[in-house]
């Protein structure tokens, strides 16, 4: 079994994964697709978007960002 290390947004694409951010202060949540990723983002470092977001709910910045799996 292969160990997948997705470390850019273009990973995503490449391995067909999802991006999950959530909010450290207030705990809201959103999933990106791969595509929606790279629209959004660009193709950049995945600790790069946790210092670009700014929280629609409290106006915080502080995301924690996680790739998450294939379904």
């Known amino acids: 079994m292969s160990t997948k290390h997705i470390r850019t947004t273009g990973d995503l694409m490449r391995f067909d994964a999802a991006l999950k951010v959530t909010c450290r202060s207030c705990g809201v949540a959103r999933t990106f697709t ?32 996680e790739a998450l799996s294939p379904v």
Not at 38 to 58: A, D, I, N
Request: glycine fraction near 10%; include cysteine.
């Open 34 to 65: 791969a595509v929606e990723a790279v629209q959004t983002f660009g193709v950049v470092p995945l600790w790069h978007t946790e210092e670009r977001l700014k929280c629609s709910r409290c106006g915080k910045k502080g995301a924690k960002v």
